[in-house]
């Protein structure tokens, strides 16, 4: 695993932030303690409107900072200023000298591929493999088409980073989606996402990859950081 020299921070939930040695950027934060500097370009990511990825609150941050520039989903309901810039499925665009990519999630909104510094990150958001005991067998059917399609279109990306859903509320299919991610697009780094408070799901996702290229961050606590 290669020297990235940047920090993550874990917020809450789905909500994480990087440091590099340019960039803060914080990606669907809608609860939680979080600090954001006055020296770096800061960069607000958000993936859908679901309350528990998006929160008006990031908008006050712009009073904190006075390079301060947000990224939204189409989703959303917001319109496009000097400061705001909405992204939909499939669009590229480049934001404070970020490249920004995105695919279409399976639930809503979209995933984030960004491109910094020569660092390759991946944020899922809500496009994960949703296995639910109550849908139907042709629903089951329909969500995995619709994810491996989605997946399919960034195989063998080698993101440096990725942050992927591993949510306990699957049951015994909580490992589906981030296994498949982990086996078709082979990120050096897996952050898990959507977990809330449920710590444990990480520990038996770890336990379930094994041996891996792909080195599962073990998240235990709210505003834990790591740097790598």
């Not at 038996?204 to 790591?226: D, H, L, P, S, Y």
Request: glycine residues 6%.
């Amino acid at each position: 695993m290669k020297n990235l020299g940047i920090k993550v921070e874990y917020i809450y939930h789905s909500g994480y932030t990087i440091e590099t040695d340019r960039y803060f950027l914080v990606f669907d934060y809608f609860r939680g303690d979080i600090h954001i500097p006055t020296d770096k370009t800061v960069i607000v990511f958000v993936s859908h409107g679901h309350p528990d990825h998006y929160n008006e609150e990031i908008f006050k941050w712009s009073n904190e900072s006075s390079n301060l520039t947000y990224v939204l989903s189409d989703d959303i309901d917001i319109q496009n200023t000097e400061h705001i810039t909405r992204i939909a499925p499939y669009e590229t665009k480049v934001v404070s000298g970020v490249k920004i990519d995105t695919l279409l999630s399976t639930d809503m909104g979209v995933a984030y591929i960004l491109n910094l510094d020569g660092i390759s990150i991946f944020f899922a958001g809500d496009l994960h493999w949703w296995y639910w005991d109550d849908d139907s067998k042709s629903e089951k059917r329909r969500m995995e088409m619709a994810f491996k399609s989605e997946i399919a279109r960034i195989k063998g990306l080698n993101a440096d980073l990725a942050f992927f859903p591993v949510d306990a509320r699957l049951g015994e299919y909580y490992y589906l989606g981030g296994e498949y991610f982990i086996n078709e697009v082979n990120p050096s780094i897996f952050f898990p996402l959507h977990f809330g408070e449920d710590y444990k799901v990480i520990d038996r996702f770890i336990n379930k990859m094994g041996a891996k290229n792909t080195k599962i961050m073990k998240v235990t606590e709210r505003n834990q950081k790591f740097t790598l």
